[in-house]
């Protein structure tokens, strides 16, 4: 089963930016369409971001439009989330996984298998 590692996360101010890091030591992220996911305190979990396997596509939650960006380098088997201008709303523990993929387009609202054990973003002055 597909086993993620999420790193990146840190306390930042608001305005401020964070690249998060998503890597599957053992296994060919090249193989899978890629999801962030976060979970804030007392919230729903909400999908952010996914981008394909090819990277032709991605697929972003409105909250987080024209701020992040989702990209992948596969030689270096890693998935990016570049956040800026963050909010104090965009605090939480944030999670990757592997997402559907339907003819090229990836479903950020959904997951397979498991998550990473997370990182977390706290946005604060």
């Known amino acids: 089963q597909l086993q993620l590692v999420e790193s990146g996360g840190g306390l930042v101010q608001p305005g401020g930016s964070l690249r998060l890091s998503c890597a599957a030591p053992?296994?060919?992220?090249?193989?899978?369409?890629i999801g962030w996911f976060r979970q804030a305190p007392g919230k729903a979990t909400e999908g952010v971001s996914c981008?394909?396997?090819?990277?032709?596509?991605?697929n972003y939650a409105d909250s987080v439009k024209g701020r992040f960006t989702i990209s992948r380098d596969n030689a270096k088997n890693t998935v990016y989330l570049q956040m800026n201008s963050l909010k104090p709303e965009d605090t939480a523990v944030y999670y990757c996984?592997?997402?559907?993929?339907?003819?090229?387009?990836?479903?950020?609202?959904?997951?397979?298998?498991?998550w990473g054990q997370g990182t977390q973003v706290t946005v604060s002055s």
């Open positions: 996984a592997a997402v559907p993929e339907y003819g090229n387009r990836c479903d950020k609202d959904a997951y397979l298998g498991s």
């Open positions: 981008i394909s396997r090819s990277s032709t596509t991605t």
């Open positions: 053992g296994f060919r992220l090249a193989n899978y369409a």
